[in-house]
C-alpha cells in the first residue's frame, strides 16, 4: 500500500463528529507540532436545494516535515478517512476556508469572512496578500496560462493557483469550453486505445465496516493505477475527471434508474457517458468497483423496475464480478483482483504492441 506523505493537510470533520470536545480542538493542532495552521466552522454551507448543510470543520494545518495519513490522523484521534494531503500551496488551502477557489466559487458556496477564520499568524493580512498576488498577473500573462492549459501543459489545479479564483471566474466562460474539448480528446483516446477490450466490473458486497473501499484503494495505490472515489448518492459522477479506474461507493439500488445502471457498466460498450447534474461527463473506464451492502440479487430484488420480464437481475449479473467480502476473507479478495488487473495490463500492453506493428508495416 503506498504510503501518503506532505507537510500540508487538511482535516475535515462534522461538529458533531468530533472525537474530542470542540473546545479541545487548539490545543490538539499545537500538540501536533504544526509550524503554521488556520481553522474556521463552516456552518452557512447550503446543498443544491437550499438545505443547510452538517457544521463541519476544515482545519488548514503545514508542517516542517512531511508526515503520513496515519500520523497526522493519530495526533487528532480520528480516522485516516477525514484528512486529505494538500497538494496544492498552503496559500490554496487558507483560500478554500473560506471558500476563495475556483471550485467553491463554481459550486457557489458561501463565502466566509476572514475574520470567522482562527490561525497561528494574521489571517486577513495573509488573504489579502494573496488577493494582490493573484492581481499582479498582465492580461497577456493570464491568457498564455489558459492556453497552457489548453495545450495540457499545466492542470487546472496549478492555473488556478497561478491566476486566482477571480481570474478564473472572469473566464470560467472559456474555460468551460475547454474543458469540454480537452474531455472529449481524452476520451477519443481512450477509445481508441480500448477498443475490443473488456471494462470489467468489481461488485463487492458485504456487510459494513468490513473494508470493501479500503481494499479498493489498496489495489489502486498498490497497482499506481489513475483512480477516483465517487461517493455521492446525489451526483455520483459530479467530481469525475476523466480517470481510468471509478471506485462508486456504498451503491444503493434507488441511486440509478435499473436501465440506466445496466447501461453504465456494460462490458464492451465504452463510448458512453456517466449521467451528471450539471453535465454529462464522458466515461474512461478501464474498470469499475462497486462497494454495496447488497449482492447482486437482493440489489436487483431493491430496485424500482417496471417489467422484470425486460429487466432481468441476469443482466446484472453478466455484467459484474461478484465477490463477498467479509473480515475473514477480506486479504484474499484483494490477492485475486490485483492478478486479474494485472493480467488485464498484459492482454492490453500485447494488443497495443501488436497495433503498433501493425502500423509500422503499413507505413513501410
Same mark, same amino acid.
Given at each position: 500500500?503506498?504510503?501518503?506523505?506532505?507537510?500540508? *493537510?487538511?482535516?475535515?470533520?462534522?461538529?458533531?463528529?468530533?472525537?474530542?470536545?470542540?473546545?479541545?480542538?487548539?490545543?490538539?493542532?499545537?500538540?501536533?507540532?504544526?509550524?503554521? *495552521?488556520?481553522?474556521?466552522?463552516?456552518?452557512?454551507?447550503?446543498? !443544491?436545494?437550499?438545505? /443547510?448543510?452538517?457544521?463541519?470543520?476544515?482545519?488548514?494545518?503545514?508542517?516542517?516535515?512531511?508526515?503520513? #495519513?496515519?500520523?497526522?490522523?493519530?495526533?487528532?484521534?480520528?480516522?485516516?478517512?477525514?484528512?486529505?494531503? *494538500?497538494? =496544492?500551496?498552503?496559500?490554496?488551502?487558507?483560500? $478554500?476556508?473560506?471558500?476563495?477557489? &475556483?471550485?467553491?466559487?463554481?459550486?457557489?458556496?458561501?463565502? $466566509?469572512?476572514?475574520?470567522?477564520?482562527?490561525?497561528?499568524?494574521?489571517? /486577513?493580512?495573509?488573504?489579502?496578500?494573496?488577493?494582490?498576488?493573484?492581481?499582479?498577473?498582465? !492580461?497577456?500573462? @493570464?491568457?498564455?496560462?489558459?492556453?497552457?492549459?489548453?495545450?495540457?501543459? @499545466?492542470?487546472?489545479?496549478?492555473?488556478?493557483?497561478?491566476?486566482?479564483?477571480?481570474?478564473?471566474?472572469?473566464?470560467?466562460?472559456?474555460?468551460?469550453?475547454?474543458?469540454?474539448?480537452?474531455?472529449?480528446?481524452?476520451?477519443?483516446?481512450?477509445? /481508441?486505445?480500448?477498443?475490443?477490450?473488456?471494462?470489467? #466490473?468489481?461488485?463487492?458486497?458485504?456487510?459494513?465496516?468490513? =473494508?470493501?473501499?479500503?481494499?479498493?484503494?489498496?489495489?489502486?495505490?498498490?497497482?499506481?493505477?489513475?483512480?477516483?472515489?465517487?461517493? &455521492?448518492?446525489?451526483?455520483?459522477?459530479? #467530481?469525475?475527471?476523466?480517470?481510468?479506474?471509478?471506485?462508486?461507493?456504498?451503491?444503493?439500488?434507488?441511486?440509478?434508474?435499473? =436501465?440506466?445502471?445496466?447501461?453504465?457498466?456494460?462490458?464492451?460498450?465504452?463510448?458512453?457517458?456517466?449521467?451528471?447534474?450539471?453535465?454529462?461527463?464522458?466515461?474512461?473506464?478501464?474498470?469499475?468497483?462497486?462497494?454495496?451492502?447488497?449482492?447482486?440479487?437482493?440489489?436487483?430484488?431493491?430496485?424500482?423496475?417496471?417489467?422484470?420480464?425486460?429487466?432481468?437481475?441476469?443482466?446484472?449479473?453478466?455484467?459484474?464480478?461478484?465477490?463477498?467480502?467479509?473480515? !475473514?476473507?477480506?486479504?484474499?479478495?484483494?490477492?485475486?483482483?490485483?492478478?486479474?488487473?494485472?493480467?488485464?495490463? /498484459?492482454?492490453?500492453?500485447?494488443?497495443?504492441?501488436?497495433?503498433? &506493428?501493425?502500423?509500422?508495416?503499413?507505413?513501410?
Amino acid at each position: 500500500m503506498k504510503v501518503i506523505r506532505s507537510r500540508n *493537510w487538511m482535516y475535515t470533520q462534522d461538529l458533531d463528529h468530533l472525537p474530542f470536545p470542540k473546545e479541545n480542538l487548539e490545543g490538539k493542532i499545537l500538540k501536533s507540532g504544526a509550524i503554521e *495552521w488556520a481553522y474556521i466552522l463552516h456552518d452557512k454551507d447550503l446543498d !443544491d436545494k437550499g438545505n /443547510k448543510i452538517r457544521a463541519h470543520y476544515h482545519v488548514a494545518i503545514r508542517y516542517k516535515d512531511a508526515k503520513t #495519513t496515519s500520523s497526522v490522523a493519530k495526533t487528532f484521534d480520528d480516522k485516516q478517512q477525514y484528512f486529505e494531503a *494538500w497538494r =496544492g500551496s498552503i496559500n490554496n488551502a487558507y483560500s $478554500y476556508l473560506i471558500h476563495e477557489t &475556483s471550485d467553491a466559487k463554481d459550486n457557489e458556496k458561501h463565502h $466566509y469572512d476572514p475574520s470567522e477564520v482562527k490561525a497561528s499568524f494574521d489571517f /486577513k493580512a495573509r488573504i489579502e496578500t494573496i488577493r494582490k498576488k493573484v492581481n499582479k498577473l498582465s !492580461d497577456n500573462a @493570464i491568457n498564455n496560462l489558459i492556453d497552457d492549459y489548453s495545450n495540457s501543459l @499545466i492542470s487546472k489545479e496549478e492555473l488556478q493557483e497561478k491566476i486566482g479564483v477571480l481570474e478564473m471566474a472572469k473566464h470560467k466562460y472559456l474555460l468551460d469550453h475547454v474543458d469540454e474539448i480537452l474531455d472529449y480528446k481524452k476520451h477519443q483516446e481512450f477509445l /481508441k486505445e480500448f477498443t475490443g477490450q473488456k471494462c470489467v #466490473t468489481y461488485w463487492l458486497y458485504g456487510s459494513s465496516g468490513v =473494508g470493501k473501499t479500503r481494499l479498493c484503494r489498496s489495489v489502486m495505490e498498490e497497482l499506481k493505477k489513475d483512480f477516483c472515489i465517487l461517493g &455521492s448518492q446525489r451526483d455520483h459522477f459530479q #467530481t469525475y475527471k476523466g480517470e481510468s479506474y471509478i471506485i462508486l461507493n456504498d451503491l444503493r439500488p434507488a441511486d440509478y434508474d435499473y =436501465g440506466q445502471l445496466l447501461t453504465l457498466l456494460d462490458i464492451y460498450e465504452h463510448d458512453k457517458m456517466a449521467p451528471s447534474r450539471y453535465h454529462d461527463k464522458f466515461l474512461n473506464a478501464r474498470a469499475i468497483f462497486i462497494t454495496t451492502p447488497y449482492s447482486p440479487e437482493n440489489f436487483y430484488k431493491s430496485c424500482n423496475i417496471d417489467n422484470r420480464l425486460v429487466d432481468t437481475a441476469e443482466q446484472l449479473k453478466r455484467r459484474v464480478v461478484a465477490m463477498h467480502v467479509t473480515k !475473514d476473507n477480506v486479504e484474499d479478495v484483494k490477492k485475486e483482483v490485483i492478478k486479474d488487473i494485472e493480467l488485464a495490463d /498484459k492482454i492490453s500492453e500485447l494488443r497495443k504492441q501488436k497495433n503498433t &506493428s501493425q502500423t509500422d508495416q503499413s507505413n513501410d
